[in-house]
């Protein structure tokens, strides 16, 4: 050690021990370093609750992260399967980022979504990354990104979950764009042009058809306040719906809806028409009574009316012009046409409604002939059969003919289509205790004829005038009287009575075909469904009975009824809402004697805004245990009338899936036999099908299809459907025999 002095100043120096100086400097740089850190840590947590309350103040807090670990078994092994079951489970706990990391991780080892994808052995989920993944999209505001992803879910597999997210990333990215201003419009098949749509028909239950169309998307269709099952918008939907209609107008209303909120209304006006045109054919002139036998003409003249407008009249094969000379509610024409004298004359007149009035009349030269007071009525010639006619003599009232109509009808209506002859003029015609002309039409219509034969001098007495009528009678099932009677200017005639028998035929009795069970659903709720959420409106039991009652209106399959089957399900010591496995199913299936069943569930779920409603259902065959059809719908869950939305939806997409149609068989093999119906005409394994034949009765004459009466001969079941053509098992190999080519088929 050295030490050095300082001069002129008093040098003073302690010896302090090494290890007390190197324990100080320890000490004191310690706390330096403590400080320090302290400060640093203050200035990050200031910093911290600065950049908190500012991005506070600029986006709403997000939701914590929930479900940060994938499922446990996925720890092991990743895959597939486990991907997805990430995803779920991430977006279920609000982690979307983590959550679009595994659905894309999914994506890349297995591409498609699919309902009942294989994972191992007989091990099946349902599988739906894309569906997800547009979903977090929507959550994440990427609008475009998942429209992308649930239309290509969409592509690989149908579900009621893509469809609902698709509309609802549609109507947001409309908003955002505000390109749709535009309300869709409505128009019909079959309507007039004019200021009032309108459509004529004689039908009294009226399929109406129609589309609706948007720039963009039509969400919604509402006819007579009931809401059309729409699931997925599309630019243009057509729609069909029956209609029961009153005699005369029935205005019936329309709305449409896009996704962007515009709304349409329109107004129909179905006009039903059931009574063809009334044609009074005038004498012929009294002029012509001396014009030789060869190649003699002779003017024909009369009237031709309809309420609802006429479309068409032809007389001895021209059409005439049609030239509007109405004082009275509808068309009224005056015709005037030259005839041949000895050769009959047809006529055919055609309303708008497709009502038709048509005939043959004899030889004009017999009607001027067979003018003495007492005479016989000669021939008329009708639909190709010659009728004799009654005696007229002076003393006679209106004589009353009717063109044969079948005595037996497997529709409930029978058109007649005659005419009605008389002296003196034809004040009216009853059918049924139902006037032909009413009282404005009767006022108006007799005197303008009357006029007419005064003009032209053609009226002289014994000369016959004519009225022509077609007319479409309503029968009940049975024996149904037709009671014609006329009126002319001395009196009522006596009425003519016709029967028509109206038989229900086999396949229409048969009515609704499959019997079906439908099981208790159970419900099942998200775990992450807000307590804040209003309850549901209705119970499970309450969902349940919607649904039956929706698919009963279908009218396809025959419902079973509840108590039958509560009865089985306590006998088996089984809980209401309980999970219920196929082969317990097939056992009640069996116990009530039903066909097919449907069990499923009902999934509540949270959109982020309103509750949602999923009905998952499988249509299951009892014989066989297969599943014929998985369908499901899914919808919000804001008001009681959203319950019946789906339940109708569900019904449709069943009924849709199990066609009813007709067919005949084509080829008989030794275990088998084919039809001429194929996957074109939606069949598919395991559909069941009934085998009729004909027993012609050459006394009725009805549509080709059901002719006759119907006799079941056979059942079997789709083995294989190919296009144009499907491979039929008969339940019973000894049918077989009983078969042949041409016998027909209708879906059971």
Same mark, same amino acid.
């Given at each position: 050690?050295?030490?050095?002095?300082?001069?002129?100043?008093?040098?003073?120096?302690?010896?302090?021990?090494?290890?007390?100086?190197?324990?100080?400097?320890?000490?004191?740089? #310690?706390?330096?370093?403590?400080?320090?850190?302290?400060?640093?840590?203050?200035?990050?947590?200031?910093?911290?609750?600065?950049?908190?309350?500012?991005?506070?103040?600029?986006?709403?807090?997000?939701?914590?992260?929930?479900?940060?670990?994938?499922?446990?078994?996925?720890?092991?092994?990743?895959?597939?399967?486990?991907?997805?079951?990430?995803?779920?489970?991430?977006?279920?706990?609000?982690?979307?980022?983590?959550?679009?990391?595994?659905?894309?991780?999914?994506?890349?080892?297995?591409?498609?979504?699919?309902?009942?994808?294989?994972?191992?052995? =007989?091990?099946?989920?349902?599988?739906?990354?894309?569906?997800?993944?547009?979903?977090?999209?929507?959550?994440?505001?990427?609008?475009?990104?998942?429209?992308?992803?649930?239309?290509?879910?969409?592509? *690989?597999?149908?579900?009621?979950?893509?469809?609902?997210?698709?509309?609802?990333?549609?109507?947001?990215?409309?908003?955002?764009?505000?390109?749709?201003? *535009?309300?869709?419009?409505?128009?019909?098949?079959?309507?007039?042009?004019?200021?009032?749509?309108?459509?004529?028909?004689? +039908?009294?239950?009226?399929?109406?058809?129609?589309?609706?169309?948007?720039?963009?998307?039509?969400?919604?269709?509402?006819? +007579?306040?009931?809401?059309?099952?729409?699931?997925?918008?599309?630019?243009? %939907?057509?729609?069909?719906?029956?209609?029961?209609?009153?005699?005369?107008?029935?205005?019936?209303?329309?709305?449409?809806?896009?996704?962007?909120?515009?709304?349409?209304?329109?107004?129909?006006?179905?006009?039903?028409?059931?009574?063809?045109?009334?044609?009074?054919?005038?004498?012929?002139?009294?002029?012509?009574?001396?014009?030789?036998?060869?190649?003699?003409?002779?003017?024909?003249?009369?009237?031709?009316?309809?309420?609802?407008?006429?479309?068409?009249?032809?007389?001895?094969?021209?059409?005439?012009?049609?030239?509007?000379?109405?004082?009275?509610?509808?068309?009224?024409?005056?015709?005037?046409?030259?005839?041949?004298?000895?050769?009959?004359?047809?006529?055919?007149?055609?309303?708008?409604?497709?009502?038709?009035?048509?005939?043959? %009349?004899?030889?004009?030269?017999?009607?001027?002939?067979?003018?003495?007071?007492?005479?016989?009525?000669?021939?008329?010639?009708?639909?190709?059969?010659?009728?004799?006619?009654?005696?007229? &003599?002076?003393?006679?009232?209106?004589?009353?003919?009717?063109?044969?109509?079948?005595?037996?009808?497997?529709?409930?209506?029978?058109?007649?289509?005659?005419?009605?002859?008389?002296?003196?003029?034809?004040?009216?015609?009853?059918?049924?205790?139902?006037?032909?002309?009413?009282?404005?039409? *009767?006022?108006?219509?007799?005197?303008?004829?009357?006029?007419?034969?005064?003009?032209?001098?053609?009226?002289?007495?014994?000369?016959?005038?004519?009225?022509?009528?077609?007319?479409?009678?309503?029968?009940?099932?049975?024996?149904?009287?037709?009671?014609?009677?006329? +009126?002319?200017?001395?009196?009522?005639?006596?009425?003519?009575?016709?029967?028509?028998?109206?038989?229900?035929?086999?396949?229409?009795?048969?009515? #609704? #075909?499959?019997?079906?069970?439908?099981?208790?659903?159970?419900?099942?709720?998200?775990?992450?469904?807000?307590?804040?959420?209003?309850?549901?409106?209705?119970?499970?039991?309450?969902?349940?009975?919607?649904?039956?009652?929706?698919?009963?209106?279908?009218?396809?399959?025959?419902?079973?009824?509840?108590?039958?089957?509560?009865?089985?399900?306590?006998?088996?010591?089984?809980?209401?809402?309980?999970? %219920?496995?196929? &082969?317990?199913?097939?056992?009640?299936? =069996?116990?009530?004697?039903?066909?097919?069943?449907?069990?499923?569930?009902?999934?509540?779920?949270?959109?982020?805004?309103? #509750? @949602?409603?999923?009905?998952?259902?499988?249509?299951?065959?009892?014989?066989?245990?297969?599943?014929? @059809?998985?369908? &499901?719908?899914?919808?919000?869950?804001?008001?009681?009338?959203?319950?019946?939305?789906?339940?109708?939806?569900?019904?449709?997409?069943?009924?849709?899936?199990?066609?009813?149609?007709?067919?005949?068989?084509?080829?008989?093999?030794?275990?088998?036999?084919?039809?001429?119906?194929?996957?074109?005409?939606?069949?598919?394994?395991? =559909?069941?099908?009934?085998?009729?034949?004909?027993?012609?009765?050459? *006394?009725?004459?009805?549509?080709?299809?059901?002719?006759?009466?119907?006799?079941?001969?056979?059942?079997?079941?789709?083995?294989?459907?190919?296009?144009?053509?499907?491979?039929?098992?008969?339940?019973?190999?000894?049918?077989?025999?009983?078969?042949?080519?041409?016998?027909?088929?209708?879906?059971?």
């Amino acid at each position: 050690m050295s030490l050095r002095f300082t001069k002129g100043h008093e040098n003073q120096f302690f010896v302090i021990p090494a290890k007390a100086r190197t324990h100080d400097l320890l000490m004191e740089n #310690r706390m330096e370093r403590r400080s320090e850190y302290i400060k640093m840590c203050i200035i990050y947590l200031i910093l911290a609750l600065g950049i908190s309350f500012i991005s506070g103040c600029a986006v709403a807090e997000r939701a914590p992260c929930l479900h940060d670990e994938p499922p446990s078994e996925c720890r092991r092994r990743y895959d597939w399967e486990c991907g997805y079951r990430s995803g779920l489970a991430y977006a279920r706990g609000g982690c979307q980022d983590k959550a679009v990391t595994e659905f894309r991780a999914a994506i890349r080892q297995n591409s498609k979504d699919k309902w009942m994808a294989r994972t191992y052995g =007989m091990h099946f989920i349902d599988y739906f990354p894309h569906r997800e993944l547009g979903i977090v999209y929507l959550n994440q505001g990427l609008i475009q990104e998942a429209i992308d992803e649930l239309s290509q879910s969409l592509a *690989s597999a149908d579900s009621a979950r893509a469809t609902y997210y698709l509309n609802e990333a549609r109507r947001r990215w409309l908003e955002g764009t505000g390109l749709d201003n *535009s309300p869709p419009c409505i128009s019909f098949s079959g309507a007039t042009d004019g200021e009032d749509t309108v459509i004529y028909t004689s +039908q009294p239950v009226y399929t109406i058809e129609g589309e609706a169309r948007d720039d963009y998307f039509v969400s919604d269709i509402v006819i +007579q306040g009931e809401r059309l099952f729409v699931d997925l918008a599309q630019p243009v %939907i057509s729609f069909k719906r029956k209609a029961a209609l009153n005699t005369g107008e029935n205005i019936l209303h329309f709305e449409a809806t896009d996704l962007a909120g515009n709304r349409t209304a329109s107004r129909l006006c179905v006009i039903l028409d059931q009574q063809g045109p009334v044609v009074m054919f005038a004498p012929v002139s009294s002029e012509d009574e001396d014009l030789s036998p060869e190649g003699a003409m002779t003017t024909l003249r009369g009237i031709v009316y309809d309420a609802s407008g006429m479309e068409r009249f032809i007389i001895a094969d021209e059409e005439l012009p049609l030239v509007h000379e109405g004082d009275i509610e509808g068309d009224v024409y005056e015709f005037e046409k030259s005839v041949p004298c000895y050769s009959p004359v047809t006529f055919y007149a055609l309303d708008r409604a497709g009502n038709a009035t048509q005939g043959v %009349i004899r030889p004009l030269w017999d009607l001027r002939q067979d003018a003495s007071p007492s005479r016989s009525g000669g021939i008329m010639v009708c639909a190709n059969r010659v009728i004799p006619l009654f005696a007229m &003599n002076d003393a006679d009232g209106p004589v009353i003919h009717v063109e044969p109509c079948p005595s037996m009808v497997f529709e409930p209506r029978v058109v007649i289509t005659g005419w009605v002859e008389s002296r003196r003029e034809i004040l009216n015609v009853w059918i049924n205790e139902e006037s032909i002309l009413s009282r404005d039409e *009767s006022e108006a219509l007799i005197p303008r004829f009357r006029r007419l034969l005064h003009r032209y001098r053609s009226y002289i007495s014994g000369d016959v005038i004519r009225f022509s009528f077609t007319r479409t009678i309503p029968l009940e099932e049975g024996k149904n009287p037709i009671t014609i009677y006329a +009126q002319d200017s001395k009196g009522i005639s006596p009425p003519r009575s016709v029967w028509v028998e109206y038989r229900v035929s086999e396949t229409e009795r048969i009515g #609704r #075909r499959w019997s079906m069970a439908i099981l208790p659903f159970n419900i099942v709720r998200e775990g992450d469904m807000p307590i804040f959420t209003p309850p549901a409106q209705g119970s499970v039991a309450y969902i349940t009975e919607k649904l039956r009652a929706a698919l009963f209106d279908t009218g396809r399959f025959r419902i079973m009824e509840r108590e039958r089957i509560d009865a089985v399900m306590r006998e088996l010591n089984l809980a209401c809402g309980s999970s %219920i496995d196929p &082969n317990t199913a097939v056992r009640i299936g =069996m116990c009530i004697g039903a066909e097919v069943l449907l069990a499923g569930s009902f999934y509540e779920h949270w959109d982020g805004q309103n #509750r @949602c409603l999923e009905i998952y259902a499988r249509l299951i065959d009892v014989e066989t245990q297969e599943i014929l @059809c998985i369908q &499901n719908i899914y919808n919000h869950w804001k008001e009681p009338g959203d319950i019946d939305f789906v339940s109708k939806g569900l019904s449709q997409r069943l009924v849709e899936e199990f066609p009813l149609i007709q067919g005949e068989i084509v080829q008989i093999h030794d275990e088998t036999f084919v039809i001429n119906l194929g996957t074109e005409d939606r069949l598919k394994r395991g =559909m069941k099908l009934w085998v009729y034949r004909v027993r012609e009765d050459e *006394s009725t004459i009805t549509k080709p299809a059901f002719a006759g009466d119907l006799e079941i001969i056979g059942e079997g079941r789709i083995e294989e459907a190919t296009r144009g053509h499907s491979l039929v098992l008969p339940a019973h190999k000894k049918a077989l025999r009983g078969l042949r080519a041409g016998d027909r088929v209708i879906m059971k």
